[in-house]
């Protein structure tokens, strides 16, 4: 092990270390090595987003001591950028193992540094912890969890004031502030209780009564109130709002999976909590097709992502991907809204330079303001901020299975995805249709796009350093063609630069830096290559397109993009 390394076990073992934690270094140097340098070799980096970790002893893993250094961080920020303000922090957590002990690590730091400190009674959905920071008038919050990943992670979100997760220039001088603090001596543990104030009800039935005013057509859901809905939270915490939600909006069949139903960090059902993936989905499936449901809808752990499953044109069930979902979604609040005559002439939606460009076209042909910035909700939310008092946001929403309808949450919010996709749902079985059916005329409206990505996971010491290389020699030697279609631009992102690769023009992006890359192709096709910033892994992002002209041609053109999409794979030599 190098120096540094063993400096950090040095410290641990000599420290104000818990006598438990000091126990299990011991045993990792006699029984895994391996493991106790992987648990010290760096710190677990506080990055934009805040933590994200394996559990377990070390500074590189989420435990009491790296959660309560941050917090004392992220503190120290608060009260340097409201010197003169009252500060009130919100607080939640997800299912996952040690959420509970996190959130309460987290705080009692907080409030030990005289911060009002609101908490969460028990484990509550990510979304309604960016509601009650809103709500409450709260300067910053954090909800412990790891969203999707396996259950040996768990996290820590910090958010501003305004509800989003951190950007500039809190996102970095938040990390700065955490950098200074060098030992848990640093760290106020306890002091502070009285500033800590338990929530729970009343701020579930104010979140509850905010969604069910995103309905649109609340009129068809009291026609259509049997719609045959299947449920599940996949051992997370969408059970606590989910079903309630559905109440409020009228719908009185819904079938939640039981096996999934109990709140469960260790995810026994499943390899991934993840409703991008289909196992995970499985179980609900089966109930779906057992009770012919009408449509299938799981959320992740913190209740952030929703899947959706549906009968497609043939009465097969499906998986929607997060691109198809979105563009139902966004067509649905702008279709609907202008139907129904509530469309302003300031609407306006976000989506992210990774996600389907079919949403810009809807958005065109229907006259409303669309807006593309970064990967992730934070940025949705912060041109949202920008934009407010000017434009009326409509919903905003990416490929990542996350929609951010209405501008009371700040941060994508899988509980209103759910009751809004129920709805459209509701709204197309009263034409005697399905959710596919409608997809496919959206196709022949807007054009066939279809877009898939894959994930290369890199691991252990060496992983960062693999993905770099990866994204420099793409950045330094950009492919002169894909799959036999010539490479006509290069979206740089990091360098803010945008290239037409025939002419030799260049052009200014007017976006935030940040690693990504995006090769434009002759026939339309794009391809996006981004390194995750919480995970070891790199995802390639692919998106193609085509006409469709009815419903029969369905089949045919769906091949011919998949094929085009393996052939992209293939000539990149991803695979």
């Known amino acids: 092990m190098d120096a540094s390394t063993l400096k ?206 995103l309905s649109v057509y609340p009129e068809i859901i009291v026609k259509q109130h049997d719609l045959k809905i299947v449920y599940t939270p996949i051992h997370g915490t969408g059970i606590m709002l989910v079903p309630k939600v559905l109440q409020a909006f009228g719908f009185t069949n819904v079938h939640v999976v039981e096996e999934q139903a109990t709140p469960d960090g260790n995810f026994p059902t499943v390899v991934y909590p993840n409703p991008e993936e289909t196992e995970t989905m499985s179980i609900g499936l089966q109930k779906a097709k057992f009770l012919n449901a009408d449509i299938l809808l799981g959320t992740d752990p913190d209740a952030d992502r929703v899947g959706v499953g549906v009968k497609n044109h043939k009465g097969e069930w499906v998986l929607m991907n997060g691109n198809q979902t979105a563009v139902l979604a966004f067509a649905y609040m702008i279709e609907a809204r202008k139907n129904k005559g509530i469309a302003k002439p300031n609407d306006m939606v976000i989506s992210t330079i990774v996600t389907t460009e079919m949403i810009n076209e809807v958005a065109k042909q229907n006259n409303v303001a669309c807006y593309n910035v970064l990967t992730g909700f934070k940025w949705i939310a912060s041109l949202l901020k920008e934009k407010e008092g000017k434009e009326n946001y409509i919903v905003g929403g990416e490929e990542s299975f996350g929609l951010m309808i209405g501008d009371k949450v700040r941060d994508k919010d899988a509980v209103s995805a759910v009751a809004l996709l129920c709805e459209m749902a509701a709204v197309e079985k009263n034409n005697g249709r399905t959710l596919f059916d409608k997809m496919i005329d959206l196709y022949i409206k807007y054009g066939f796009y279809y877009e898939t990505l894959i994930s290369i996971t890199k691991k252990g010491m060496n992983g960062s350093k693999e993905i770099a290389d990866m994204m420099e020699g793409y950045r330094n030697n950009p492919p002169s063609s894909i799959n036999g279609s010539k490479v006509v631009q290069l979206l740089d992102y990091e360098l803010s630069v945008g ?72 000539s990149m030599q991803l695979k």
């Open 8 to 213: 950090n076990i040095d410290t641990w073992l000599s420290g104000n270390y818990d006598a438990a934690t000091k126990q299990s270094i011991e045993k990792l140097k006699l029984e895994n090595p391996n493991d106790l340098e992987e648990s010290f070799y760096r710190s677990l980096e506080f990055g934009t987003g805040g933590l994200r970790g394996i559990m377990g002893v070390g500074t590189n893993r989420m435990n009491k001591y790296t959660v309560g250094m941050a917090t004392q961080g992220f503190a120290n920020y608060l009260k340097k950028s409201f010197s003169n303000e009252e500060i009130r922090v919100a607080i939640a957590h997800d299912s996952r193992n040690n959420s509970r002990f996190f959130a309460e690590t987290t705080a009692n730091v907080f409030a030990s540094n005289g911060i009002k400190v609101f908490l969460f009674e028990a484990l509550r959905p990510t979304p309604e912890l960016s509601f009650a920071i809103r709500t409450l008038g709260c300067k910053g919050g954090v909800v412990c969890t790891a969203s999707h990943n396996p259950k040996e992670y768990n996290g820590y979100k910090a958010y501003w004031d305004d509800g989003a997760q951190l950007v500039p220039p809190h996102d970095k001088n938040v990390i700065k502030e955490v950098e200074l603090i060098q030992s848990v001596d640093d760290v106020k543990w306890s002091g502070g209780e009285k500033n800590i104030t338990i929530i729970g009800k009343e701020m579930d039935d104010q979140y509850i009564k905010m969604v069910k005013e």
């Open 499 to 570: 290239k037409n690769l025939i002419t030799g023009e260049s052009w200014k992006i007017e976006l935030p830096k940040s690693n990504v890359l995006q090769f434009i192709t002759e026939d339309g096709s794009k391809i996006s290559a981004r390194p995750s910033g919480t995970e070891p892994k790199i995802k390639f992002y692919f998106s193609v397109k085509t006409t469709l002209n009815n419903k029969t041609e369905f089949e045919e053109k769906y091949a011919l993009l998949q094929n085009k999409i393996k052939g992209i794979i293939e």
